[in-house]
């Protein structure tokens, strides 16, 4: 996911790292012939490149985990309630029905990583 860059700071080995607005933060290195990254070595070079976008693949992971999280509660939440309807002697339809409104009940404070 693609996130603007909004500052940059030195970390504590004196490499430039990026701010994202997402909270993450990516190392910018100048460390030919590795990296080019001349730009990163001036207050001018940093300042035009806030406002413009950087990859941020922490965001990637964390999304994934969250969907991930997220479908394993509805999950969690369907199959309760539609155990529940079963044992209070609901017809399937009725169980289905159930294990639907169950979802209202979703609450991402009880999701789990
Ligand atoms: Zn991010």
């Known amino acids: 996911m693609e996130q603007l860059i909004t500052n940059f ?7 430039w790292v990026a701010d994202l607005e ?8 100048h460390d030919p012939p ?22 941020c693949t922490r965001c990637d992971e964390w999304i994934e985990k969250i969907s991930k999280a997220t479908i ?16 209070s002697g609901l017809c399937a339809e009725g ?10 009940n979703f609450d991402p404070k009880n999701l789990k990583p």
């Not at 700071?9 to 490499?15: A, V």
């Not at 997402?22 to 290195?29: E, K």
């Not at 590795?34 to 990859?55: D, P, Q």
């Open 9 to 15: 700071h030195l970390d504590h080995e004196n490499h």
């Open 72 to 87: 394993r509660e509805c999950k969690n939440l369907m199959l309760k309630a539609y155990e529940e309807g079963g044992i």
């Open 22 to 29: 997402c909270g993450h933060g990516q190392h910018m290195r």
């Open 34 to 55: 590795w990296m080019e990254r001349l730009w990163v070595t001036t207050a001018e070079g940093r300042l035009s490149r806030i406002g413009t976008k950087l990859y």
């Open 95 to 104: 169980r289905w029905e159930l294990a639907l409104d169950s979802l209202n």
